[in-house]
């Protein structure tokens, strides 16, 4: 069964770092374009981070640039992402998503990803 579980969200202060992953259940998952996003309470889930099957193209959020890397470990079936020098409007919780090849091109669209996580919450506060 198709799979991705997020891990590493908890409460972090301001200017703080973590690291998300996103675990795949199979490898099915390393041809797949994946991407990260988030749902603060009373907002939409919007995008934060995207990366191309390959790993050779990435996409940011302008909230996220500069501060966020996504990337993937193949062997591991796994996305990371990154995340540095947080903000208190960073709270949220965090997605992963994937998303089949033949979609490519809406890497900040939430509804052409085909497999979504549970999330993970991250709180950054003092």
């Known amino acids: 069964q198709a799979q991705l579980v997020e891990s590493g969200g908890g409460l972090v202060r301001p200017g703080g770092s973590l690291r998300l992953s996103c675990a795949a259940s199979?490898?099915?998952?390393?041809?797949?374009?994946m991407g990260w996003f988030r749902q603060a309470p009373g907002k939409e889930r919007e995008f934060v981070a995207a990366?191309?099957?390959?790993?050779?193209?990435?996409y940011y959020a302008e909230s996220a640039e500069g501060r966020f890397t996504i990337s993937r470990d193949s062997a591991k079936i796994t996305v990371y992402l990154q995340m540095n020098s947080l903000k208190p409007e960073d709270t949220a919780v965090y997605y992963c998503?994937?998303?089949?090849?033949?979609?490519?091109?809406?890497?900040?669209?939430?509804?052409?990803?085909?497999?979504w996580g549970q999330g993970t919450q991250v709180t950054v506060s003092s």
């Open positions: 998503a994937a998303q089949r090849i033949y979609r490519s091109g809406n890497y900040d669209v939430a509804a052409v990803y085909d497999y």
């Open positions: 199979t490898r099915t998952f390393n041809n797949y374009n």
């Open positions: 990366m191309n099957w390959s790993g050779a193209s990435t």
